[in-house]
């Protein structure tokens, strides 16, 4: 928990405007350096990642991290039926690309902040033939994203899954 990081949003200009925010919400729980992401380990280009939601980055980050702690890795899960199951509902980082000059104009504005693209981009990563999907329920995204990961094992509609939950507030 620390003050909210000036990389965020600053308080100060909140508080000229008269905006109530600024006098409420001072502390929050922030990750730390969030614009980093190593988009080489996942062959993405540095344009691209300029405009890719930090949702989406966490997902590749903590998704591919779960199938190397399981004791799988690229090589074993490529071309296999593993899925990825992906709860992520918040937007904000679409309002941040549009109110961008420089990011709207990127070809890849559409694609980084698409909750539809987030979960194929692990299995395109990983070479994964399974399912893959994002599931936006507000609050319980992930409880239905783990549900459908459960029944597709089940129902063996895969060998293997993740299920990724990620909610990111970028906006005040």
Known sequence: ISEVPASRWGLAQFAELGYPLSKRVRHGGFIRDIENFDNARFAISPAEAAVIDPQQRLLMEVGYEAFHSSGLDKTTLSGTMGGVFVGISLIDFSFIVSASPTMSRSVYA?????????????????????????????????????????????????VNAVCVGVMQVLMP
């Open 110 to 158: 559409a694609t980084g902040s698409s909750h539809s693209i987030a979960a194929g981009r692990l299995p395109f990563v990983l070479g994964l033939q399974g399912p893959c999907c994002s599931y936006d329920t507000a609050c319980s995204s992930t409880l239905a994203a783990n549900h459908a990961a459960m029944r597709a094992i089940q129902l063996s509609e895969c």
